[in-house]
Nanobody, 115 residues
Framework: QVQLVESGGGWVQAGGSLRLSCAASGSIVRISTMGWYRQAPGKERELVATLTTGGTTNYAASVKGRFTISRDNAKNTVYLQMNSLKPEATAVYYC?????????WGQGTQVTVSS
């Protein structure tokens, strides 16, 4: 079992920045990939960014160059630095962890970007 707790969401004006954090606990040794997904009202959940234990990153095209995912293994925490935020980034952001083949999700944190 893996528990994920997100923090760092909030409200920001367009062009601003936010940093999301996700702390993992439980059976974390077998986590291979961590990352972030988001879900806007009326839309499906979509990938934002992922990071493997080997350091491979994957970003959605819409956030490349503006968002950065990183991981602090000592703290079992993954971060998402979001810069130059746009109103279309408004969504609930979910932390994700892959444990063997099982996906785990955090409870979500709201990010609101006003124009």
């Amino acid at each position: 079992q893996v528990q994920l707790v997100e923090s760092g969401g909030g409200w920001v004006q367009a062009g601003g920045s936010l940093r999301l954090s996700c702390a993992a606990s439980g059976s974390i040794v077998r986590i291979s990939t961590m990352g972030w997904y988001r879900q806007a009202p009326g839309k499906e959940r979509e990938l934002v960014a992922t990071l493997t234990t080997g350091g491979t990153t994957n970003y959605a095209a819409s956030v490349k160059g503006r968002f950065t995912i990183s991981r602090d293994n000592a703290k079992n925490t993954v971060y998402l630095q979001m810069n130059s935020l746009k109103p279309e980034a408004t969504a609930v952001y979910y932390c994700y962890a892959r444990h063997y083949v099982t996906p785990y999700w955090g409870q979500g944190t709201q990010v609101t970007v006003s124009s």
